[in-house]
């Protein structure tokens, strides 16, 4: 086959790295006629005026606001691939939410940081197709809230109920960190979310420090009460959030990242209670 040709893992179709849209990768919300963000105004016009989350995806998955993280997440699908995923294509866009049905009605909302490098910016769905995915999809799994207690790509069967998936930034950056401009930017995506799930909306859970700030200032731009100082983040942590349909609880859990679970920070047990109490 051509070198820059690569079968799914699921289907076997080739896929050029990056993945262009609407050709026939699993789960792809976007295709050719999706308006692309080129610049940080283009994100806020873009995610006030999605109708759905359905449209919503389809206008994140091709997003090109952010030069860096546009240029990271692609040479990353084009020559930076691990050498265990070298003959699979790269998804090499932001990644869409998961979850849900189109008018965005989930009950619970988790919001992470953002893709990684060889997990989502591989497979195209969050949490899919790495060791972060593998704890947060189980935990789901055993919740209620997951079908199969694995994620690992896209077109894997793996379906969530009355839950729905998003990151603070949708592409996945250098060394994960990604800068405050960039949490900046991607924050108009985030604000939708919220304002699409928020008549049904009964729990969020963040994921570490940068997804409970960012999902605590898109509730406070969406003008829902958020209490004052600015509540604390730690495991376990929670707090009442007013909304226009009523209180939406927001519980925090340390990241579902390999340097907590594999050093005893977040045990299963710690990740169950809060999955248990969405």
């Known amino acids: 086959m051509p070198d820059d040709l690569r079968p799914h893992p699921v289907t076997g179709t080739l896929f050029p790295s990056p993945v262009p849209p609407g050709t026939g990768w699993p789960g792809?919300?976007?295709?050719?006629?999706?308006?692309?963000?080129?610049?940080?105004?283009?994100?806020?016009?873009?995610?006030?005026?999605?109708?759905?989350?359905?449209?919503?995806?389809?206008?994140?998955?091709?997003?090109r606001a952010c030069p860096r993280l546009v240029g990271w997440r692609e040479s990353v699908a084009r020559t930076g691939r691990r050498a265990s995923f070298a003959d699979q294509p790269y998804w090499?866009?932001?990644?869409?939410?998961?979850?849900?049905?189109?008018?965005?009605?989930?009950e619970v909302l988790v919001v992470g940081l953002a893709p990684a490098?060889?997990?989502?910016?591989?497979?195209?769905?969050?949490?899919?197709?790495?060791?972060?995915?593998?704890?947060?999809?189980?935990?789901?799994?055993?919740?209620?809230?997951?079908?199969?207690?694995?994620?690992v790509a896209s077109?894997?069967?793996?379906?969530?109920?009355?839950?729905?998936?998003?990151?603070?930034?949708?592409?996945?950056?250098?060394?994960?960190?990604?800068?405050?401009?960039?949490?900046?930017?991607?924050?108009?995506?985030?604000?939708?979310?919220?304002?699409?799930?928020?008549?049904?909306?009964?729990?969020m859970l963040a994921l570490g420090l940068i997804g409970w700030d960012a999902t605590l200032a898109a509730?406070?731009?969406?003008?829902?009460?958020?209490?004052?100082?600015?509540?604390?983040?730690?495991?376990?942590?929670?707090?009442?959030?007013?909304?226009?349909?009523?209180?939406v609880r927001l519980v925090g859990s340390y990241h579902v990242s390999q340097q907590n679970t594999f050093t005893g920070k977040l045990t299963e047990e710690m990740l169950d209670d809060v999955v248990s109490r969405l």
């Not at 769905?125 to 189980?138: C, H, I, K, P």
């Not at 949708?170 to 900046?184: G, I, Q, V, W």
């Open 117 to 151: 490098a060889n997990g989502t910016n591989r497979t195209g769905r969050m949490f899919t197709g790495d060791r972060s995915g593998d704890w947060l999809y189980a935990a789901l799994h055993r919740g209620g809230f997951a079908s199969l207690p694995t994620s």
């Open 92 to 106: 090499g866009r932001p990644g869409p939410g998961f979850g849900g049905p189109d008018d965005g009605a989930v």
């Open 28 to 63: 792809d919300p976007a295709d050719a006629s999706t308006p692309v963000a080129l610049t940080p105004a283009d994100v806020a016009r873009l995610a006030a005026s999605a109708v759905g989350t359905a449209e919503l995806d389809a206008r994140v998955s091709v997003c």
């Open 219 to 247: 509730a406070r731009r969406r003008g829902w009460d958020v209490p004052r100082p600015k509540p604390r983040f730690g495991h376990g942590a929670e707090v009442a959030l007013g909304t226009p349909y009523g209180v």
């Open 155 to 203: 077109g894997d069967g793996q379906a969530l109920h009355g839950l729905r998936i998003v990151a603070a930034v949708r592409c996945a950056p250098p060394a994960n960190k990604p800068t405050p401009t960039e949490r900046d930017t991607c924050g108009a995506w985030l604000d939708r979310d919220l304002e699409l799930a928020a008549p049904g909306l009964r729990s």
